[in-house]
């Protein structure tokens, strides 16, 4: 069974573009959430999703937003990017009824220059 | 969510039981204990989790003390794969907190041969 996918593997962009990063859960998951690992900030929570809609959101701004897809798969984007959005961004996905579970990807790697 | 306390690296030997200490002295109730754990360069992988009595799967076993303030994540027979670092998440499980882990920094364990 194949596992949380995410790419790009690595991205890089320059001050003030927009990055997309896309997910893929693993099969049957309804559940995807994003992630942001920064260094020296560890793991921070961004966003929910299921069934197509935002559940939660974590502490980040409006440029940060995304969105799920009828097939479960989610993209991520970042507008007016900042030297600061470089981390590396996690997705992760869960079963509707073990949402205690999280399954997540290996990353994006984001590079803002 | 509560506040957890572990230390910040550990060292086990290989083949030896390694039992990582998590202090939630303000834990309520209602807030379970989770542990994930982070293999370099990869995200982060669910262990176990678990309210008030021992736990025990495939990967690990959890011990919650009886005045719930503090737990131990037991990894039976420490391989060199386990070398990775260790979360001990508390949070609650209201639809609010869906997917929304707080990381601290964790406790870096290296298992030597």
């Known amino acids: 069974e194949a596992g949380v996918t995410q790419s790009p593997t690595h991205l890089i962009k320059t001050r003030g573009q927009q990055a997309t990063l896309r997910c893929s859960p693993i099969?049957?998951?309804?559940?995807v959430y994003w992630y942001q690992q920064a260094l020296g900030l560890g793991l921070q929570f961004l966003l929910w999703?299921?069934?197509?809609?935002?559940?939660n959101r974590g502490n980040f701004p409006p440029r940060f937003s995304g969105r799920q897809f009828p097939n479960y798969s989610s993209e991520l984007n970042v507008n007016a990017l900042e030297l600061e959005d470089s981390a590396l961004y996690l997705c992760?996905?869960?079963?509707?009824?073990?949402?205690?579970?999280?399954?997540f990807g290996s990353g994006t790697q984001l590079s803002v220059l | 969510d509560a506040k957890t306390t572990q230390p910040p690296s550990m060292d086990c030997a290989e083949g030896r039981a390694a039992n990582l200490p998590c202090n939630h002295s303000?834990?309520?109730?209602?807030?379970?204990v989770y542990w994930y754990r982070q293999i370099h360069s990869q995200g982060p992988q669910y262990i176990i989790h678990?309210?008030?009595n021992n736990e025990t799967n495939e990967m690990a076993s959890l011990i919650i003390t009886e005045d719930r303030k503090s737990s131990t994540l037991i990894l039976p027979h420490a391989t060199l794969r386990d070398t990775a670092v260790y979360y001990c998440?508390?949070?609650?499980?209201?639809?609010?907190?869906?997917?929304?882990?707080?990381f601290g920094a964790g406790t870096q364990v290296v298992v030597t041969p």
């Open positions: 303000t834990i309520s109730g209602n807030e379970y």
């Open positions: 099969s049957g998951h309804t559940s």
């Open positions: 678990g309210l008030k």
């Open positions: 999703y299921d069934e197509g809609e935002e559940r």
């Open positions: 992760a996905s869960s079963l509707y009824r073990e949402r205690e579970k999280l399954f």
């Open positions: 998440i508390v949070r609650l499980m209201t639809t609010d907190s869906w997917g929304k882990l707080q």
